[in-house]
């Protein structure tokens, strides 16, 4: 079992940025990958960004490409979304997820544990 807590996002200036963390619990952090998820009023959940159970590879959403990055520090047992350059669209309630697998995992279907959720307003 693992349990996800979220730290708090809050609201940010378009251009603004704003650092999540994920912190984990449970000895196995690190033989799970991690990901970022989104979900705007009105729409689905959508991929934001995963990494690898040692960090070495990550991948993004196009729509955050460039600005978002994704880390961990695996004796932390916390993985953190840096997020630069925030857009009103990036408006969205924020999840990290937890799949106990070594590669990168892009769908939402194949986390097994998820955080409750932060909020993250961009005003413009």
């Known amino acids: 079992q693992v349990q996800l807590v979220e730290s708090e996002g809050g609201l940010v200036q378009a251009g603004g940025s704003v650092r999540l963390s994920c912190a984990a619990s449970?000895?196995?952090?690190?033989?799970?990958?991690m990901g970022w998820f989104r979900q705007a009023p009105g729409k689905e959940r959508e991929f934001v960004a995963a990494?690898?159970?040692?960090?070495?590879?990550?991948s993004y959403a196009d729509s955050v490409k460039g600005r978002f990055t994704i880390s961990r520090d695996n004796a932390k047992n916390t993985a953190y979304l840096q997020m630069n350059s925030l857009k009103p669209e990036d408006t969205a309630v924020y999840y990290c997820?937890?799949?106990?697998?070594?590669?990168?995992?892009?769908?939402?279907?194949?986390?097994?544990?998820w955080g409750q959720g932060t909020q993250v307003t961009v005003s413009s």
């Open positions: 997820a937890a799949a106990r697998t070594f590669g990168l995992v892009i769908r939402h279907t194949t986390y097994e544990y």
């Open positions: 449970g000895r196995t952090f690190r033989a799970y990958a």
């Open positions: 990494i690898t159970w040692s960090g070495p590879l990550t």
